[in-house]
């Protein structure tokens, strides 16, 4: 299995000149030099809480993918423990 996404970090802010609304960008200094309307990896999102998960997508997946790998090799570490609760917390929390 191979998913080709945009890579992170991505973060969630609220879109100045909407409604209200929020966008998830790129965080990456490269990508903000680049052209505006590329770095936006989603827009016009209704609620926080939505953007907070969409920004966590790739920390999300980066920890998942290295706790199965870990948990099929019967040992998970406790900086594995942490990246994935740093993940869920982006997800959760502003």
Known sequence: MSAS???GPWIAERNRSDYGNYAVRMGDNDTMRADRASRFVACNVIHAADARLIAAAPDLLA???V???EAGNCRIYPETIDAALAA???AVHS
């Open 5 to 7: 996404h945009t890579p």
């Open 63 to 65: 920890a998942l993918t």
């Open 67 to 69: 706790l199965a790998t």
């Open 88 to 90: 869920i917390a982006k």
